[in-house]
């Protein structure tokens, strides 16, 4: 398999040339490759020729979004537009990463893929959906999967964010208990991207979140316990953390098209936290 893995130097990115040694893994990111010039990319499949397109890049700082709007819309939606079209120039198959942002939050059930996303109150979200619109129209052999909540090896993470903040020089932390989310290893999904690629007649849209859901508190306190830091948590809720992009109060995401189409289920976000910090933070 040769790979083309856009947003190499990302988290996601870097653990995907990481883990798929036995393929051809062609990693693509600034400056050499941007995903926003139409001709360059185009030039830039064509030539490399890849079985798929992982296309991970894409602005993901939240609240950096909400006051760069415009160059959130060129990254997520055109940028996405681009790296469709050149898919569907040269007859490449498309894996495009998104997120839980696409859904406003307010469910009061996990989100499947069949529920309908709005973008959500964020710029992020909303430019993320325009992104996955543009996959859709573009390219007819597009998978697109949605992600929240991850972290993975080299950071940046909330693992490693909460790992520096419990350095024994805070008593207590505050940490938000009124978000729900799925937990998700970037190890996880690197593993069932894997198993995607090896089917080339999947399509459509997947949820690749770790199994089980937590709130942020109880995050922080599963990667403590793991890590053996005596870090005493104190729960808030988010209107005690304002920030400039709203945060969906529900992130989970059910994987209803995993089971579907006969995919063994993602492994429970405990699981997947234990493994991840056996392996970045042994000792």
């Given amino acids: 398999m040769k790979i083309l893995v856009t947003g190499g130097k990302g988290m996601l990115g870097r653990t995907l040339c990481r883990s798929w040694q036995d393929w051809e893994v062609v990693p693509a990111d600034l400056p050499e490759a941007d995903i926003t010039d139409k001709v360059k990319f185009h030039d830039l499949v064509a030539s490399v020729c890849p079985d798929a397109v992982i296309h991970c890049a894409a602005m993901t700082a939240v609240d950096k979004c909400e006051c760069a709007v415009e160059q959130a819309y060129?990254?997520?939606?055109?940028?996405s537009a681009n790296v469709a079209s050149a898919c569907a120039a040269n007859r490449?198959?498309?894996?495009?990463?998104?997120?839980?942002y696409v859904f406003d939050g307010r469910a009061e059930h996990p989100y499947d893929e069949f529920d309908q996303p709005n973008g959500g109150d964020t710029v992020y979200g909303k430019s993320k959906f325009a992104g996955e619109e543009a996959v859709r129209r573009a390219v007819v052999d597009h998978v697109i999967c949605r992600i929240?909540?991850?972290?993975?090896?080299?950071?940046?993470?909330?693992?490693?964010?909460m790992l520096q903040l419990a350095d024994g020089s805070r008593p207590e932390l505050k940490v938000v208990a009124d978000q729900i989310g799925n937990p998700t290893s970037t190890l996880a999904v690197a593993a069932k991207l894997r198993e995607i690629v090896l089917r080339p007649e999947v399509r459509g849209t997947l949820h690749l979140t770790c199994e089980g859901e937590a709130s942020w508190a109880e995050f922080a306190a599963e990667i403590f316990r793991l890590a053996g830091r005596n870090q005493r948590i104190v729960p808030c809720s988010t209107e005690e953390f304002p920030r400039p992009a709203p945060r969906p109060k529900n992130s989970r995401l059910t994987k209803?098209?995993?089971k579907e189409l006969g995919f063994a289920p993602m492994p429970h976000w405990q699981d997947a936290l234990a493994e991840f910090m056996k392996e970045e933070f042994p000792g």
């Avoid at 060129?74 to 940028?79: P, V």
């Avoid at 929240?148 to 964010?161: E, K, M, Q």
């Fill in 74 to 79: 060129l990254l997520n939606e055109t940028g």
């Fill in 92 to 100: 490449v198959r498309l894996i495009a990463i998104s997120t839980d």
């Fill in 148 to 161: 929240s909540w991850l972290y993975g090896p080299g950071g940046p993470s909330f693992v490693h964010t």
């Fill in 256 to 258: 209803l098209r995993l």
